[in-house]
């Protein structure tokens, strides 16, 4: 089946600076790319997302990026702030499927 | 996105009690999905809630235990039987309108603690 790991696990970073979280996949037929945030006792919250016919998105200081050939994507934050402060997952889908598989999540420390 | 809302918020319970959790969106939706998330740990899909019929379990998770209702396309529920303290968790019921994206979004969890 599908299988998802992420890393890093835990990541400090001083405010201003850049963050990046990577997920690599195994299954090829993967299309569809989303990354979530949640906050401490929030729910998680959809913040970036990419389909296999595109290599980059961006929004504002987040972008996602895709290799489908390596087989992985990865979450780029830019100039963070103490409010990025909070643990991302990466999810896919299964294949054929609407179901999600999700990463093991990154807690992001943004140090002031 | 649709707005989703879940009841209750938290509880607090026995072992070998059940708690029975809603889930209602304001709009209908095609897929709704129950997850558990255990206290710093990631997501785990429990079950898809099918509409009108037996939901769909994920490996390791069981109709006796979790028992899902889906009557409509707007609601569901959760129940979480004969509990142990290993069923403290938050569960989360998630949604999915599929309008060519396969995106899903989420209620705002239940945090369950079993003394």
């Known amino acids: 089946g599908e299988n998802v790991e992420q890393h890093p696990s835990t990541l400090s970073v001083q405010e201003g600076d850049s963050a990046v979280i990577k997920c690599t996949y195994s299954?090829?037929?993967?299309?569809?790319f989303p990354w979530y945030k949640q906050e401490l006792g929030k729910r998680p919250q959809l913040i970036i997302d990419i389909r296999s016919n595109v290599g980059e998105k961006k929004d504002q200081r987040i972008a996602v990026t895709l290799n489908k050939t390596a087989k992985h994507f990865s979450l780029h934050i830019t100039e963070t702030q103490p409010e990025d402060s909070a643990v991302y997952f990466c999810?896919?889908?299964?294949?054929?499927?609407?179901?999600?598989?999700f990463g093991t999540g990154t807690r992001l420390k943004v140090l002031a | 996105s649709a707005v989703i809302s879940q009841k209750p918020s938290r509880d607090i319970c026995q072992r070998g009690t059940s708690l029975t959790i809603q889930c209602q969106v304001d709009s209908q939706v095609t897929m709704m999905f129950w997850y558990r998330q255990q206290p710093g740990q990631s997501l785990t899909l429990i079950a898809t809630?099918?509409?009108?019929?037996?939901?769909?379990?994920e490996s390791g998770f069981v109709i006796d235990k979790f028992p899902i209702s889906r009557p409509n396309l707007t609601f569901s529920t959760l129940t979480v039987s004969n509990m142990s303290p290993e069923d403290s968790s938050i569960y989360l019921c998630?949604?999915?309108?599929?309008?060519?994206?396969?995106?899903?979004?989420f209620g705002p969890g239940t945090r369950l603690l079993v003394l």
């Open positions: 809630a099918n509409q009108g019929s037996e939901a769909t379990y």
């Open positions: 998630s949604v999915a309108v599929l309008t060519g994206k396969e995106t899903q979004y």
């Open positions: 999810a896919l889908p299964g294949p054929g499927t609407y179901k999600y598989i």
């Open positions: 299954d090829s037929a993967s299309n569809y």
